[in-house]
């Protein structure tokens, strides 16, 4: 009976405190309540979705009148082309989500545009060099083929993966092309750097597609005697359209 | 209670303990059914790769004649794409290790002369090689070779659109439209 008595008032004991709304620890102010966020897959049509909006950017880009109003009368059609040709994806890719029973999204990738997207624009309408606007059409084709090729590892339809690569290599070569456009010629498939030890664009790059941030210098010389390097990254978890 | 109907409710008491504790297990398993990760790797991808070494092994062959005839920067040019041809071999049958078949080593075709004069032959090669890749990646189940054939096509897309203009296309034919 001492036993279970003692075993009773213990056991009472740890109740009352557990069940005490009372905070054991002193603090000031309030803490907000936090929400948990929702857990979200990355499906294929998020993918997608998020194909739409980078080429949607993409052609927004091109289309900007910080680049149409600087491109010479030789790459403006060149330019102009390109982003014609990302409007045209966005029907592909519209097949693509409607297969899927997804919805299209028909917006720019706004978390983008805002990282670096106006950034560039502003930079090509400040510099006020011709030049900038195939730099910033290189960059921008390099991107969506490396944001293409990225996403062929985020999708588990091996048949979608091909369809992302068709799309991914059409930017690929227009990407070569404006690296030609800028450094043209045998001389400029690979790698080298000029006299003063500057890189030059190179059609080449690399052996394989990369998936590192593209960099692009933009813009006027500064006081220092140096431009801005704009870096320009592939989506990622928070810049997918969910 | 007597013993034998005592028995009987402890074993369904079990028994029913037992589905209360494999229901969150068989749950889980449905979900992961529907919710399955694509394998990294899959024996099954194996001759659909073979088949792209083979054609990698092939384009190494062609451009080892097609080097032969050039000088300066056409030469380095074309001996940087050949070295990305040997490259994208080599990744392969690292892949396959020891299930890669023995590739042939017969040229696709015997570009010889002027870069000018040869541009034009190997942009469809390489236009080629990228379609029989892409067309592999929409069968194998295998992520991780998906991916290594997605870098390697995003290069020969480049090759191709490069050497269509060193070929004379125009800068918007190069593209492909």
């Known amino acids: 009976m001492l036993r279970s008595s003692g075993a009773l008032a213990a056991t009472t004991a740890v109740l009352a405190a557990c069940s005490s709304t009372k905070p054991s620890v002193a603090r000031i102010g309030m803490s907000p309540t936090t929400v948990k966020l929702e857990d979200l897959a990355v499906t294929d049509v998020i993918l997608l979705r998020t194909a739409m909006s980078m080429e949607t950017m993409a052609a927004a880009m091109l289309s900007d009148s910080a680049v149409t109003a600087l491109a010479t009368k030789d790459s403006a059609s060149v330019i102009a082309a390109f982003a014609t040709d990302h409007t045209s994806h966005l029907q592909d890719l519209r097949v693509l989500i409607s297969a899927r029973n997804g919805e299209a999204y028909s917006e720019t990738n706004t978390k983008l545009m805002e990282a670096y997207g106006q950034n560039a624009l502003d930079l090509v309408a400040s510099g006020k060099l011709p030049a900038d606007t195939l730099a910033l059409t290189l960059a921008v084709e390099t991107l969506i083929a490396a944001t293409y090729q990225y996403f062929v590892s985020l999708t588990a339809e091996p048949a979608l993966r091909a369809d992302m690569v068709r799309l991914g290599g059409r930017s690929s070569r227009r990407a070569a092309v404006a690296a030609q456009l800028i450094n043209g010629g045998t001389a400029g498939f690979a790698p080298a750097t000029d006299a003063a030890g500057a890189p030059l664009v190179a059609t080449l790059p690399g052996a394989f597609g990369s998936l590192s941030a593209v960099q692009v210098q933009l813009g006027p010389v500064n006081d220092t005697g140096t431009r801005a390097t704009v870096l320009m990254d592939t989506p990622s978890l928070n810049s997918l359209i969910y | ?177």
Not at chain 2, 20 to 25: D, E, I, R, S, T
Not at chain 2, 148 to 156: G, H, K, P, R, Y
Request: aromatic letters at 2%; a negative charge.
């Open chain 2, 1 to 177: 209670m007597s013993m034998t109907t005592r028995r009987r409710l402890i074993a369904s008491l079990l028994a029913g303990g037992a589905v209360v504790a494999a229901a969150p297990l068989f749950a889980g398993h449905a979900s992961a059914a529907e919710n399955t990760a694509p394998p990294h790797r899959d024996a099954a991808d194996n001759d659909a790769l073979d088949a792209c070494l083979e054609r990698e092994s092939r384009m190494v062959a062609t451009y080892r004649i097609a080097v032969a005839g050039l000088t300066g920067d056409d030469l380095a040019a074309m001996t940087l794409i050949l070295d990305h041809h040997v490259a994208y071999a080599q990744a392969l049958k690292g892949y396959l290790a020891v299930e890669a078949h023995k590739p042939s080593n017969a040229p696709l075709a015997s570009p010889a002369g002027s870069l000018s004069s040869i541009a034009r032959q190997l942009a469809t090669l390489e236009d080629q090689t990228a379609t029989i890749h892409t067309n592999a990646i929409g069968t194998i189940k295998g992520l991780d070779a998906a991916t290594l054939l997605a870098s390697i096509v995003t290069v020969e897309a480049r090759h191709a659109a490069a050497l269509e203009l060193i070929a004379g296309s125009s800068p918007i034919a190069a593209v492909g439209n």
